[in-house]
């Protein structure tokens, strides 16, 4: 079973506009991590924001924000105020602890932002 | 700020043959970790490394993959007999400590064309 749904596989949003990537998760674990990473057509890939499980507040980073519905299992990642350069795919991770005593990160399929002037 | 680095940027190769992949994890991180990207698709975990061994595999690892940290600083992803199924993009990433907020550092990849 799918455990991080990415549910767009491309999405378009003009420039200076609000938009929501949308992800949910799937896990029994109490505890766990969700992260959001950008991936620019350079192929390299960057880390934008995290969101633990107890956290309270939903995080920010700068025009990251991330909407934490823990109850509907949802961690969509909203990017206020586009700029060309948000132009790139997106992932949604979570962090997942193995039997090994390790961690791994359980990726979704991706979103393609494409930000039009 | 201190980064991953991964060489080389770029690697052709041809079927059959072995492949290193070399990273440098930052200095005073203690895991290290390979993943995988088929391109198109999404990334997937292969392996994770933590006191000088295996922590966890997928089952995307099989024989013909191992791991080494050889020396303090570098840590490699060896192919023995590469297939053409093996093209895609390899990050190395690493991590301080596990299971905190500290997120894992992924370097910039490693393109593998196996021709």
Not at chain 1, 37 to 56: A, H, N, R, V
Not at chain 1, 80 to 90: E, T
Request: glycine share 6%; proline share 4%.
């Amino acid at each position: 079973a799918q455990k991080i749904t990415q549910t767009q596989p491309g999405m378009f949003v003009q420039e200076k506009e609000a938009v929501t990537l949308d992800c949910t998760y799937d896990t029994s674990d109490p505890s766990y991590g969700l992260f959001w990473y950008k991936q620019p057509s350079s192929g390299e890939m960057i880390f934008l924001i995290y969101q633990g499980s107890y956290d309270q507040q939903n995080a920010t980073e700068g025009r990251y924000s991330l909407n934490f519905q823990k109850a509907r299992k949802s961690a969509n990642l909203v990017i206020s105020a586009s700029q060309l350069g948000d132009s790139a795919m997106y992932f949604c991770a979570m962090r997942e602890f193995t039997q090994g005593g390790s961690e791994k990160l359980v990726f979704g399929k991706g979103t393609k932002l494409t930000v039009n002037p | 700020e201190p980064e991953v680095t991964q060489t080389p940027s770029h690697q052709v190769t041809q079927m059959g043959q072995e492949v290193i992949l070399r990273c440098v994890p930052i200095s005073n991180h203690l895991y290290f970790y390979w993943y995988r990207q088929i391109l198109g698709q999404k990334v997937e975990f292969l392996v994770s490394f933590y006191n000088n061994e295996i922590s966890e595999k997928s089952e995307i690892f099989d024989d013909q993959f191992s791991v080494e940290r050889p020396d303090g600083s570098n840590f490699t992803l060896k192919i023995r007999s590469t297939k053409l199924e093996d093209s895609a993009m390899y990050f190395c990433a690493s991590s301080k400590i596990r299971g905190t907020l500290h997120e894992q550092y992924f370097g910039p990849g490693t393109r593998l064309t196996v021709t």
